[in-house]
């Protein structure tokens, strides 16, 4: 299927460390509850699942964001554990206690039947970003994203909200070998699906990992990022002769940026904990930067968003015009976020980085 050109590629340009005129600006989670609009989108639905296994429901929940705030970027509304639910897990949603799976992974007999999704489990998902695609009809990238392998472990495992991983690690402690094949399985089902992401429409693709900063040193290089490498080895890197950059997101992951720049993705997902001039220094020109705003900024007033971001652009420094940065929040944006104060956000990032030496005053 063909696609209308870009009229808005700077975040896939700043992806690529290429020169922009201003620096991108997206949030993680920007279809969201925040958005009065989403949440009279989600009773109409009936439940979040309907929401989010209904293509038409997904579409506009995805393009309500685009409607009010000038972001250079769309972000499909998914959930990444739409994937394992496609699994067998049996996906359902608990109020005030966030999502759980019927049959986790408990046993060494769990794991070992675990198989791929079946053919057309996770077509919503492709309809879905068919569907955005074309009624964006070129004006910003639409981004398609999964969790990680080892995130996607630690929700089966544990049943839901890992908490303190404890099952998960016990078992990365105990049964080494039984996680590795786990891990194995979740690596090759997490790279059909974006690349199933890609076929359908995604012009750029991001790996989830928030929970690698629950690991210790060693055992995040065993067991997240090695099938990080493993997932980004086996993406498509275009779409119709087309570029399609990746981005990898560690939350915690601050210690491991320069492995991580190794890994084989062209962009970083940084957390509020990471000095963002630090991270630039430590990767260097080998990837480009997502981040890093404390997503807690947007709840103060005007002017602290414009000071903290007019500091995020400082931070990483010069070109003015941002080239190999994208500014984002460090994490989701909170529900209780007003859409005036995302207004502002973005705004302030436009004007900072377009303004000749305005980032540097």
Known sequence: MSYPSLHNNTFIKALLRQPTAHTPVWLMRQAGRYLPEHRALRARAGSYLDLLKTPDHATEATLQPLRRFDLDAAVVFADILSLPDAMGLGLYCVNGDGPRFRYPLRDERAIERLRLPEPGALEHVYQTIAQVRRELDGNVPLLGFAGSPWTLACYMVEGGPPGDCQLIKKMLYRRPELLHHLLKVLSHAVAADLNAQIESGAQAVMLVDTFGGALADTAYRRFSLYYLREVLARLHKTQQGVRVPSIVHTRGGGQWLSPLADSGADALGLDWTCDLALARQLVGNNVALQ????????????????????????????????????????HGISPATSPEAVAVLVDAVHHYSRVAGGVHA
């Open 291 to 330: 981040g890093n705003l404390d997503p807690t900024v947007l709840l103060a007033d005007e002017a602290c968003i414009r000071r903290e971001v007019r500091r995020n652009l400082q931070a990483f420094g010069p070109p003015a015009g941002g080239f190999g940065h994208v500014v984002n929040l460090g």
